[in-house]
């Protein structure tokens, strides 16, 4: 027989999601953080609106893993989506008291080593559009601030949530720095080269002055982060380079190519500001080229010992 205590109320359900996202939303996660939590919690909610049963926590486990084999088998989902549906889920279930929660066990994510440019293909990229004919004021104002933007994101590994949120009182030209808020909404400083400072300062000098954001759209908010994944895709377009490229790519080339010129990698993850160098070390693999290169230097030293 079924303790009535048990039974869990879809209705209740529903709103516990509600209540979940909007705790998220309180305690400053991203946007894009709270919309991939919504989602995988309203289609997980979907599925087990289906059931016609009264639901308990035991039959909420159950159906949990009949989700989780619905999405293998039906959506052939990736592996690290089913460590990321479980960790919500987990999450969830945790805000909403069901002791559950601790049966919920995630999958190893795969990792998977992230791709980058080389510095041929940024340069290409950030000067797509240089000799396209500007006819309007507005025309070379967007795309000095397309052009700034993809700079930004290369010179200083910004995440493009982070680069469209900068403001004006956060830029420090002498030092050449900038406070940033990333993450778990922890500040950090960034450095920008100079010839970021000179691109800077001639779009500040363009563009409204009492807006606290630089980088924002003709009603005057921030830009999406969207729309900065749109305006990379026609610069690469426009480039020539025919594989995707995303702004978490300028980030991790960003890495690459300071690890391939000697930086120490402690000093990137500070740039970066991950918490822990072993999210440093997955981003800042060594590009095949170079592995190649240091491994015949090797060999080359190898076998001049040998000789001698």
Do not use: W
Request: hydrophobic content about 35%.
């Amino acid at each position: 027989m079924i303790n009535q205590e048990d039974i869990i109320d879809k209705s209740e359900y529903k709103e516990q999601i509600e209540d979940y996202i909007i705790e998220m939303d309180i305690r400053n996660y991203s946007i894009n953080t709270l919309k991939t939590y919504n989602s995988i919690l309203k289609n997980f909610y979907r599925f087990i609106e289906t059931q016609n049963k009264e639901l308990t926590q035991k039959q909420l486990l159950k159906l949990f893993k009949k989700y989780i084999q619905h999405l293998k088998r039906d959506k052939h989902v990736t592996q690290n989506y089913i460590y990321l549906v479980t960790v919500v889920l987990r999450k969830f279930f945790e805000f909403c008291e069901f002791s559950i929660y601790t049966e919920l066990k995630a999958p190893k994510r795969t990792k998977s080593l992230p791709k980058s440019l080389n510095e041929q293909e940024v340069y290409d990229l950030i000067h797509a559009f240089d000799d396209n004919p500007i006819n309007t004021p507005v025309r070379k104002i967007t795309q000095m601030r397309d052009k700034l933007m993809l700079t930004l994101l290369y010179s200083t590994g910004l995440r493009v949530s982070e680069l469209v949120k900068i403001e004006r009182n956060s830029i420090d030209f002498k030092e050449r720095t900038m406070r940033i808020r990333g993450k778990g909404d922890k500040d950090r400083i960034i450095v920008f080269d100079e010839n970021s400072k000179k691109l800077l300062k001639k779009y500040l000098e363009q563009i409204d002055d009492t807006n606290p954001f630089i980088f924002t759209n003709p009603t005057g908010n921030p830009l999406t982060s969207r729309y900065v994944q749109l305006m990379i895709k026609k610069y690469a377009k426009k480039s020539g380079i025919k594989r995707r490229v995303t702004p978490h790519i300028l980030r991790h080339s960003f890495a690459t190519h300071l690890l391939k010129n000697g930086v120490d990698i402690r000093a990137i993850q500070q740039l970066l500001g991950h918490s822990n160098l072993s999210t440093t070390q997955i981003y800042t693999s060594v590009d095949l080229h170079t592995l190649k290169d240091l491994y015949d230097s090797a060999q080359k030293t190898r076998v001049s010992n040998l000789e001698k």
